[in-house]
């Protein structure tokens, strides 16, 4: 029998990351390139987690912490929903993680058994179906449209229900790619709904903190028994650092730490301490700094895009992209984002990593660089399809 990989590893590539790749490889052999192509603040952790970094490395040793994470650290996050929300959430009820990948793999090892279903909305982040695959479990994904902003709604989770029964929803808001976010209201009677039919409820609210239209709610203020997904790596401006969070019910924290302490014995100290210092006040300013030039950035594409051609854009309610459709250039985006990379020198991701039946039609454009970087990709894409962007 020859050895062969197993099938869960047949998941499909995040293309975001090949994107980077084949960037990377062209800025390698010396070519300019506009990097939007990922979700990656330009700006730089703030000062105060950098000196707290700094601080922890001349302390001497770092070592294991607790599988759960640091008590400095989870009683900061919970102190956080209280200061942010109005939320009381017990530092008991918070896994520290390894971003939010980490905790995306843990919630769905101690939610479910292999063969469950967990239904999503696509356009969606595509990791999401790739992990839940690995795993075993079925990624039920349900079509949105304009006609509901983009986002679930009780209806279809109750129609999906009906045709095989499911265990789970997850959803974003802000949403990955598309940047839109679900009401309080619509998000209300989304987890409404997940409690009449007996499924889990996991909300990744990973892009809050840089919502520009909209009001922005924790699941956590409707239901406690929903699986509220957090990170440094957006808002906070520490993707390098791999730290994140989540927030649990109470039946899953042992489940939970059981497998955290088997999978990864514990995060790693040095970011964990340095996170510690993301919710000081002079670090909320800073990190305030830099949503206000993404700010800047979304106005821009939103005025420049249509200019150039990309009339079709979806709501950018919040997070840092653009997901416009390239339909009036192109009918595979995949082909559309290579010849940009190549010969305007942008780099972005195509619409098939987030929507496989109509993402050919779309382009996710990050704008989470510096303002110059975004004017100058809006200027090279309009020259190189003979259209001004001025």
């Known amino acids: 029998m020859p050895f062969e990989p197993s099938s869960r590893s047949r998941v499909e590539p995040f293309i975001a990351m090949e994107v980077l790749a084949a960037a990377v490889e062209r800025e390698r052999q010396g070519h300019r390139v506009v990097r939007m ?211 649990l019910p109470e039946v899953l924290v042992r489940p939970v730490d059981r497998l955290a302490q088997n999978l990864t014995l514990s995060n790693n100290e040095i970011s964990q301490r340095a996170a510690v210092a993301a919710f000081d006040p002079a670090s909320t300013l800073e990190l305030d700094a830099v949503k206000a030039s993404y700010a800047v950035n979304r106005a821009l594409l939103l005025d420049r895009l249509p200019r150039i051609g990309f009339d079709e854009l979806l709501p950018v309610d919040g997070a840092f992209y653009v997901y416009a459709s390239v339909k009036r250039f192109s009918n595979d985006s995949l082909d559309f984002s290579r010849r940009m990379l190549v010969e305007a020198g942008v780099a972005a991701t195509p619409g098939p990593d987030f929507d496989g039946a109509r993402g050919h039609g779309f382009m996710r454009f990050s704008f989470a660089g510096t303002e110059a970087d975004v004017a100058e990709a809006v200027e090279r894409i309009g020259g190189w399809l003979g259209r001004g962007s001025s």
């Open 37 to 247: 192509e990922v979700g990656q603040p330009g700006a730089p952790a703030p000062r105060p987690v950098i000196a707290a970094a700094e601080a922890a490395l001349r302390s001497g040793r770092l070592g294991y912490t607790e599988a759960m994470g640091i008590r400095p650290l989870r009683e900061a996050i919970a102190a956080h929903y209280a200061r942010t929300y109005g939320v009381a959430v017990a530092p008991e009820r918070i896994a520290v993680t390894a971003g939010s990948s980490g905790a995306f793999t843990l919630a769905f090892l101690a939610a479910f058994d292999v063969g469950a279903r967990v239904a999503l909305p696509t356009p969606g982040y595509p990791a999401y179906r790739n992990l839940l695959g690995a795993l075993g479990l079925e990624a039920v994904e349900i079509e949105t449209t304009a006609a509901t902003r983009w986002t679930l709604t009780p209806d279809m989770i109750r129609a999906a229900h009906a045709v095989r029964p499911l265990h789970g929803i997850l959803i974003a808001s802000p949403a990955n790619p598309t940047g839109t976010m679900y009401t309080p209201e619509a998000l209300q009677a989304l987890i409404e709904v997940a409690d009449e039919l007996g499924l889990w409820f996991i909300s990744d609210e990973i892009y809050h903190g840089l919502v520009f239209a909209g009001e922005q709610r924790t699941a956590l203020s409707f239901s406690p028994r929903a699986i509220v997904v957090n990170s440094f790596s957006k808002y906070y401006c520490m993707t390098g650092w791999r730290i994140g969070w989540m927030v």
